[in-house]
C-alpha cells in the first residue's frame, strides 16, 4: 500500500472522487481503518467526550492527543493521520502553536487540524507548511468556539453569511491549507463554497456536496450513546453487541460456566499424578 499525502486529497478533488474520512482513537481501530483503505484518519479532539467522557472539547489537553496520535500511527503506517490541535494549545503564540504542532508530526501525525480563520490563524497556518508541516483548515461550526458562537448553532445559513465563510476558507487555501473541514452548514452553502476552491472540503454535517465526509466513528458503530448528531447515519450498534456480551460473561462466571475445559489448560498425566500423591 502506497502511504498517502496531501496530494491524494487533491488528486482526488481534481478527478471528482469523493474523499471519505474517519476519526479514530486507538490502535486496532486504525489498522481497520488502513485495511479498507480509508483516504484519511482524523484524530479528532472528540475523544474527549467519546472516550475520556468530558463534557466537550476544552477538556482534553496536548499530552493527551499525543498519546492517542501515537496509538493510530503505529496501527495505520500507511494512512494520512490528522491529529487535531486541542483548544488553546495554539492560540497563545506563534511559537507555542509551530512547538506543539512538531510535537504532533514527531508523534507519527501527517497533518494538524487547526479550527477558525482569524490573522493569527491564517499565520499560524503558512508558517506551520513553510515548516513543513501540513495543515487541515476548520469552518462553520468550531467546537472550540462553542461557549463563543453560544451552542451548537448551524453556520452560513445566509448567502451573506456563507460568502464570509468562502473569504475565510480563501485565506486559509492562500496560507497553504490542503483541505477545509465545513461543519454544521446547510448543503446548498457548503456546495457553493466547495465550487470556489481549489482545494478538497470535507463535510460534517454540510450535506453531500463537499469534496469528503467525515464523522466520528463511535456515532457511526452506535458506541456512544450521550448524543446523536442529526447528520450521523448508524451503519452499526456496537453499544447493544457490547453490552449483551458483557452481560453474559457476567452470568457465565458468576454460574461457573466460564472458564470451560476449552478455556483452561491442563497439567500433563505425570504431573497431575504427583499433585494426586501429595494430597
Known amino acids: 500500500m502506497v502511504k498517502k499525502s496531501v496530494s491524494t486529497f487533491q488528486k482526488l478533488k481534481d ?32 475523544l474527549a467526550q467519546v472516550v475520556l467522557g468530558y463534557e466537550n472539547t ?5 499530552e493527551e492527543m499525543l498519546i492517542f496520535i501515537k496509538a493510530v500511527s503505529r496501527g495505520a503506517k500507511n494512512s494520512f493521520v490528522i491529529g487535531d490541535m486541542p483548544f488553546m494549545s495554539y492560540n497563545i ?47 462553520g461550526f468550531t467546537p472550540q468556539l462553542l461557549n463563543t458562537i ?46 470556489n476552491l481549489k482545494i478538497p472540503t470535507i463535510g460534517i454535517g454540510a450535506g453531500a456536496g463537499c469534496s469528503g465526509q467525515i464523522v466520528v466513528i463511535d456515532d457511526i458503530l452506535g458506541k456512544f450513546t450521550d448524543f ?29 460456566i466460564f472458564p470451560s475445559e476449552e478455556q483452561s489448560f491442563e497439567l500433563n498425566t505425570e504431573e497431575r499424578e504427583k499433585l494426586n500423591a501429595v494430597k
Open 150 to 195: 453560544g451552542g451548537y448553532k448551524i453556520q452560513g445559513k445566509s448567502a451573506d453569511t456563507t460568502e464570509k465563510i468562502l473569504e475565510s476558507a480563501l485565506k486559509l487555501q492562500d496560507a497553504g491549507a490542503f483541505a477545509v473541514v465545513l461543519e454544521l452548514m446547510p448543503a446548498q452553502s457548503a456546495e457553493y463554497i466547495t465550487k
Open 93 to 139: 503564540s506563534f511559537e507555542q502553536g509551530l512547538e506543539n504542532a512538531g510535537k504532533m508530526i514527531k508523534a507519527g501525525a501527517s497533518a494538524v487540524k487547526l479550527e477558525g480563520c482569524n490573522d493569527y490563524i491564517v499565520n499560524l497556518v503558512s508558517r506551520c507548511v513553510e515548516s513543513g508541516m501540513p495543515v487541515l483548515g476548520h469552518l
Open 228 to 256: 446523536t448528531p442529526k447528520f450521523v447515519k448508524k451503519y452499526a450498534n456496537l453499544h447493544d453487541i457490547i453490552y449483551n456480551a458483557a452481560d453474559k460473561y457476567l452470568s457465565e462466571v458468576k454460574e461457573g
Open 15 to 46: 478527478k471528482g472522487e469523493k474523499i471519505a474520512m474517519l476519526t479514530a482513537y486507538d490502535y486496532s481501530t486504525a489498522q481497520i481503518l488502513e485495511k479498507i483503505n480509508i483516504d484519511g484518519i482524523l484524530v479528532g479532539d472528540s
Open 58 to 62: 476544552y477538556g482534553v489537553n496536548l
